[in-house]
């Protein structure tokens, strides 16, 4: 599986982005999908996870409340919007594939892909 993450920029607090995850590859399906971040100095974290139907989805408490994950298997793609956009949220974001959620939230992914710069300014 080959990911390719889009739609980082430069927004204002309180704004909104949506991150895109484009999959190639016939098992896409079959993974749970989590968006991780890692900000300068900071440790990379798990902020959003989503089981392979869709039918699950977990939080970091970091982002509970303003940031949603999704998927569409058929398009082979997740999604994470991103709004109330905070200056602590800037980070490089990445998607992955895991084998589950579980492990997406301690941060073992089967496939990376390259990240996105996010960055809100106050």
């Known amino acids: 599986v080959q990911l390719q993450a889009s739609g980082g920029g430069l927004v204002q607090t309180g704004g909104s982005l949506r991150l895109s995850c484009a999959a190639s590859g016939r098992t896409f399906s079959i993974y749970a999908m989590g968006w991780f971040r890692q900000g300068t100095g900071k440790e990379r974290e798990c902020v959003a996870s989503i089981s392979s139907s869709g039918g699950s989805t977990n939080y970091a408490d970091s982002v509970k409340g303003r940031f949603t994950i999704s998927r569409d298997n058929a398009k082979k793609m997740v999604l994470l919007q991103m709004n109330s956009l905070k200056p602590e949220d800037t980070a490089v974001y990445y998607c992955?594939?895991?084998?589950?959620?579980?492990?997406?939230?301690?941060?073992?992914?089967?496939?990376w892909g390259q990240g996105t710069q996010v960055t809100v300014s106050s």
């Open positions: 992955a594939t895991g084998l589950s959620m579980p492990r997406l939230r301690v941060g073992l992914g089967e496939y």
